[in-house]
């Protein structure tokens, strides 16, 4: 109930409770709603990595929001397997933005570091 909200703080309150379950149906739903404020979105990519739910995650990492982005990859590092480890190293190779290919290198490091370190040495 507290999601539907109209006062943002209840919205983040569910959100954190929401990141101590398995539930992640209504944390997919607000991370892919473009009509929800930014803010809520990141939040629901945050909880989605408490949860470690790569699988919720990764169909997230191409938004055209950098600021969500950014929170997807940071969230991703606290997951773990292959698919999560090969979209990090996506992001790393043809992302635009600084922040999020630092975001993803992070999380690389905590994911695959022996990958990480490949990557660090290629950039830049």
């Known amino acids: ?3 539907e909200s109209t006062h943002p703080y209840a919205q ?3 959100m ?3 990141a ?3 539930q992640s149906e209504a944390l997919v739903a607000i991370l892919g709603n473009d009509t929800v404020h930014e803010e809520l979105r990141v939040h ?3 909880a989605l990595g ?3 739910a790569a699988d919720s995650l990764i169909p997230f990492a191409g938004l055209d929001n950098a600021r969500i982005r950014q929170q997807v990859m940071t969230s991703l590092g ?3 397997g292959d698919e999560t480890s090969r979209v990090l190293v ?3 190779r043809r992302d635009g933005q600084a922040d999020v290919v630092a975001s993803a290198l992070s999380s690389l490091g905590s994911v695959d570091p022996d990958q990480a370190l490949k990557m660090a040495r290629l950039l830049p």
Do not use: K
Request: charged share 20%; glycine share 0%; aromatic share 8%.
């Open 1 to 3: 109930a507290q999601l």
């Open 12 to 14: 983040f309150l569910a």
């Open 16 to 18: 954190d409770a929401l």
């Open 20 to 22: 101590e379950t398995e």
């Open 44 to 46: 629901a990519a945050w």
């Open 50 to 52: 408490e949860q470690r």
């Open 78 to 80: 606290q997951c773990q």
């Open 90 to 92: 996506q992001t790393i």
